[in-house]
């Protein structure tokens, strides 16, 4: 009898559906990756034209055109600005995580950017021109890598925990400090000074990083119904 | 893709290269069961019985081989006493008396040796035997009635001048608890996987409880070594290196009491595997060496690697993941660790929307394979053991555990292994 003949046949039969089913695993992820592009890429088009929308109510409302709107524009804007946060955290992980489509990722990561800068320049706008319906406060958070900025994974989490307590009340407009593609970004770190990271413009006011202590007394400082929340002390 | 992501998919690779090889062995070529006619003359039968401070099992073993379905006067037993330090001798000899008067015809004997360890308490034993072929059996292992007899019965029917031993199937004796139900799992996918290495020569293992041998070729080959505490493994190594073929009896079973705690479990395993590397280590020459064809090319170096893969890929997972935990930790932080408010906020603002986007299909792809790989594991390991696929409901539960937990247990049953190999640290025998 002797030992058993190598079948040289399904040596190569095991590579071939080995390679099979890694292929198909590297289909799956580039049709997530185009499913995922195609759907930033149609969102970030309606966000455009949320903004370019918001932008134009708000003008006419400044000229006198429109009676005032106040309370239908920030109703807008709680609704544009939620679904803004929303995908720019879901881009960031899939950012991450493209295996094929990093170069047309950034490119969206570059609309969105824009999209938060406008937000947040209309959010300034609207304070001035609506205070009655603006008891919000806004945040740009100017974030960095792990190196750069150790501390910015601890000022996100409180970041996240004010904003899951306060909903709209709390706008926080998240940069990536690094993304040189979008141009605006150098504009606004040297504006606002940023020299450390992380960096936190609280309603214009700069600081350094906050603890959960700091961020809260930073954040009620510009509320006016402090009471509505447990975290603000008299 | 980064190194860890390059590494984690070269694993996978590798593992599923493995696994689909063995699959096609078994799809392509199921053993076919030869059934000759019945043998009329059973040939004589050694069995060698090595003890060391089994005295609250050696009386059962005795009595139970013994009884086995077996002509009596064809049967020699040889208890051989390794120094025990309790009364596993005293013991004995009561067992041997009895049994002596139970069946007059019966060759059995008792021998004692200061402690040298197993393989010199077997040598003993094969000096004594003068029977075409014998068997070892370890003193907490209780074989089926008929096992002796197929087992026998196989060599015969499967004739070949190099076949030089044949294994049981061994299942655990009695699970009572978790940790042995879990084993039972482990046994039965084991030589379920056997059953196919067998199919390709490929065994690398002739273990204690009832390894039939054919005296001429383990005497010839110098009998048992020291085999660094795994003697069985060291001699299946020799086998092979000599072009001796082992099978595996697929319906002669074995019952052997496993360890009943975790610390016990660890312990062995940690025998079993230091004494795997080393004896790969031993038999180096046979890695990659088309003469030893499947065993050589393929299956030798998947023994140790299997352990390293299971390793790196903990280690990596880990990595890969250590951001997430890292997130996980801070937000459990800013929340004051009070689980109820992050679960009452995380509802809260629960976005189904677009869920879809969110799956890794590349992720759920591979881990559906892995997952039908082990279901099909699973159901043959259980159907070779229960002849149909049943399980008792009391088993359900170590099933779920065992698969969700028994690789993160390899993996650092070999880590452990591995570290003792670095710093040179010898396992202990018991």
Request: charged letters at 25%; aromatic letters at 14%; one cysteine or more.
């Amino acid at each position: 009898m002797g030992r058993a003949k190598i079948v040289r046949r399904r040596y190569f039969a095991a590579l071939l559906i080995t390679i099979s089913i890694f292929i198909l695993g590297l289909f799956f992820g580039f049709l997530m990756d185009n499913l995922r592009t195609d759907y930033f890429t149609q969102f970030a088009q309606k966000q455009e034209l949320d903004y370019r929308s918001l932008q134009l109510q708000y003008e006419l409302m400044n000229s006198n055109v429109l009676s005032n709107q106040c309370q239908g524009l920030r109703t807008l804007f709680d609704k544009y600005i939620k679904d803004l946060e929303d995908n720019r955290e879901r881009l960031e992980v899939y950012n991450q995580k493209a295996k094929i489509n990093k170069e047309e990722f950034a490119l969206l990561k570059r609309r969105y950017t824009l999209s938060q800068i406008n937000f947040w320049y209309i959010s300034q706008n609207l304070r001035q021109t609506c205070p009655n319906s603006s008891d919000y406060v806004t945040i740009l958070y100017f974030y960095g890598t792990d190196e750069q900025c150790p501390s910015c994974d601890e000022q996100a989490s409180y970041l996240d925990y004010f904003k899951k307590k306060m909903g709209t009340q709390l706008l926080i407009f998240a940069l990536d400090s690094n993304f040189e593609e979008e141009p605006t970004i150098s504009v606004l770190k040297d504006s606002f000074d940023v020299d450390t990271l992380p960096t936190l413009v609280v309603n214009g006011k700069k600081f350094g990083f906050l603890d959960k202590e700091q961020l809260a007394d930073k954040i009620c400082e510009h509320l006016r119904d402090k009471e509505k929340y447990g975290f603000c002390k008299d | 893709m980064d190194l860890v992501q390059v590494s984690l998919n070269v694993i996978y690779f590798i593992s599923l290269y493995y696994t689909v090889f063995w699959v096609l062995t078994y799809l392509e070529e199921e053993e076919p069961v030869k059934k000759k006619k019945p043998l009329i003359d059973w040939p004589r039968v050694s069995i060698v019985i090595p003890m060391y401070n089994e005295e609250e099992n050696i009386i059962s073993t005795i009595d139970n081989i013994c009884d086995v379905d077996y002509p009596k006067d064809k049967l020699k037993i040889i208890v051989v006493d390794d120094g025990s330090k309790d009364k596993s001798f005293e013991n004995a000899k009561i067992a041997v008396e009895k049994n002596k008067k139970k069946y007059p015809e019966l060759d059995i004997k008792i021998l004692h040796q200061e402690n040298k360890g197993k393989y010199a308490a077997v040598n003993l034993g094969l000096k004594y035997v003068d029977t075409p072929f014998f068997a070892t059996l370890d003193a907490d292992s209780y074989p089926e009635r008929d096992s002796l007899k197929k087992l026998i019965k196989y060599f015969y029917d499967n004739y070949s001048k190099d076949l030089a031993a044949v294994t049981p199937i061994l299942k655990v004796y009695k699970p009572e608890n978790l940790i042995q139900k879990m084993q039972w799992f482990e046994y039965a996918i084991n030589h379920f996987y056997k059953s196919v290495l067998s199919i390709r020569d490929a065994i690398h293992v002739t273990p204690g409880p009832l390894a039939l041998y054919k005296t001429k070729v383990v005497k010839h080959l110098g009998g048992f070594r020291p085999g660094h505490k795994t003697e069985d493994m060291e001699l299946g190594m020799r086998l092979q290196k000599n072009h001796d073929l082992i099978k595996q009896c697929n319906d002669a079973i074995v019952y052997t009491k496993a360890p009943k705690t975790l610390r016990a479990l660890v312990k062995q395993r940690l025998r079993w595997y230091w004494g795997t590397v080393k004896n790969v280590i031993d038999y180096s020459d046979m890695l990659f060496n088309k003469e030893y064809h499947d065993f050589g090319l393929f299956q030798l170096i998947m023994i140790p690697l299997s352990g390293v893969l299971a390793v790196a890929l903990v280690f990596l997972m880990g990595f890969s993941m250590r951001d997430k935990i890292k997130m996980q930790y801070l937000s459990l932080k800013a929340y004051d660790f009070n689980i109820f408010e992050i679960i009452k906020d995380s509802f809260a603002h629960l976005n189904t929307k677009f869920w879809f986007l969110n799956l890794d299909l590349t992720s759920i792809a591979m881990m559906s394979v892995f997952l039908l790989i082990m279901v099909f594991l699973i159901y043959k390991g259980v159907k070779l053991f229960n002849r149909r696929f049943s399980l008792e409901k009391s088993y359900f539960i170590p099933l779920v555990i065992y698969i969700l937990t028994y690789f993160y247990f390899l993996a650092f049953v070999w880590l452990i292994v591995f570290k003792d190999l670095i710093f040179k640290k010898e396992i202990k025998w018991k």
